[in-house]
């Protein structure tokens, strides 16, 4: 039987968690003499001098409705790099645990492994970009505590083998983490339906893709009750602002409009390979399940220069492990693409 709480930091175990003035009253009416707040209200027009709901009740309730959880299966966090952090401070003793990441994939997962001290274990995917399933289960040792799998992957854009991951989930003991940033542009449905299935799975998503909100910055794990509890436990109390709870709740009501720019973004991204191959600069662009692609390209660090000088800025990663001559290309708008497509052109000549 799976139980977080054996993989938790001993220390963590005791912790007391900072009572903040709104965990014994939930309510929104009534005389607030508790926080040391301004009751005279704000310096703008709307008032924000109360404290937000530290659990996002509300925000939850109504996430859990449109993503099939309940409630206590969600964390929100400040972006996707909130809960990162939390789980590598929550589970990852310094200098002593390890953690398994996968490059090419999000830098974060490293950064925050620096940050806490945590040794880190690479194993990279394959020429596919697919996981190295057997030799991922090999490096495993007793002191590891996490493995970061990015499905659809950044910055190689595609899905991981689902049956791979199903293989880790079942042969690790630790947490497995899924981060599904991209989920929203791919074909396969999301792994936060196998959260039960799985007690050592937690699964990221974000609300800055396909949602239209990275100003926001909301970042979402879905997991165990359990492990939502000890994130909770060790957050900062008021971790996510009211406006940013109070514009997402507006936000989440309107589900067709991003469903709406969710499929123009997936035509762009048709358009937009189609437009790439014929480009003799062009040497490959490679399938991407997310809103972006990976594409190389002949003297691809001199190309993105180049690109900036005519303010067109795209993501050189040429000097990344198997991303060799490689820049990542966000999907744009009609023009946006347009734009790209007639620059490559001109240095393709």
């Known amino acids: 039987m799976f139980d977080p709480n054996d993989l938790l930091r001993p220390h963590l175990k005791q912790l007391v968690p900072y009572s903040s003035a709104r965990d ?20 703008t027009e709307d008032n924000w001098n109360r404290y937000p709901d530290p659990y996002q009740y509300a925000l939850k309730t109504r996430l859990a409705e449109i993503k099939a959880v309940s409630p206590d299966q969600i964390f929100l966090g400040n972006g996707s790099d909130e809960p990162i952090d939390l789980l590598f401070r929550a589970f990852c003793e310094p200098q002593k645990d390890k953690v398994i990441i996968n490059p090419p994939t999000y830098g974060m997962y490293k950064v925050s492994a620096d940050i806490n001290n945590v040794q880190v274990k690479e194993v990279l995917l ?29 910055p190689t854009g595609n899905d991981v083998s689902l049956e791979k ?3 880790v989930l079942k042969a690790f003991k630790g947490i497995v983490v899924v981060d599904e940033a991209y989920i929203d542009f791919a074909k396969r449905p999301s792994f936060i339906h196998r959260l039960k299935e799985f007690p050592n799975l937690v699964v990221l998503q974000t609300m800055s893709k396909a949602w239209g909100l990275a100003s926001l910055r909301l970042g979402m794990a879905f997991a165990s009750p359990e492990i939502v509890g000890i994130l909770n436990k060790i957050k900062p109390p008021y971790n996510l ?3 940013t709870q109070q514009t997402v709740i507006g936000a989440l009501n309107n ?9 123009q973004i997936l035509a762009n991204r048709e358009i937009l390979k189609t437009e790439l191959e014929k480009l003799p600069i062009v040497k ?9 692609f990976l594409v190389k390209i ?17 993501r050189d990663r040429s000097k990344v492990v198997l991303c060799e001559d490689g820049i990542r290309i966000t999907i744009g ?3 946006d693409n347009k734009k790209l497509i007639e620059e490559l052109k001109k240095l393709s000549n």
């Open 333 to 335: 708008t009609q023009e």
């Open 126 to 154: 394959t020429n596919q970009y697919d996981l190295d399933i057997q030799e991922l289960l090999s490096v495993i040792e007793p002191d590891t505590k996490l493995i970061w799998i990015c499905s659809p992957n950044n």
């Open 298 to 314: 002949n003297e691809a660090r001199e190309v993105y220069l180049k690109l900036i000088d005519q303010q067109v800025i795209l």
């Open 241 to 243: 602002s009211g406006l």
């Open 165 to 167: 991951i199903e293989i």
């Open 24 to 43: 014994d009253y939930k309510g929104s009416e009534g005389i607030f003499l508790d926080a040391n707040e301004n009751p005279l209200g704000s310096i």
């Open 284 to 292: 490959r662009v490679y399938r991407s399940d997310a809103n972006f």
């Open 255 to 263: 589900l067709e409009k991003k469903d709406q720019m969710v499929a």
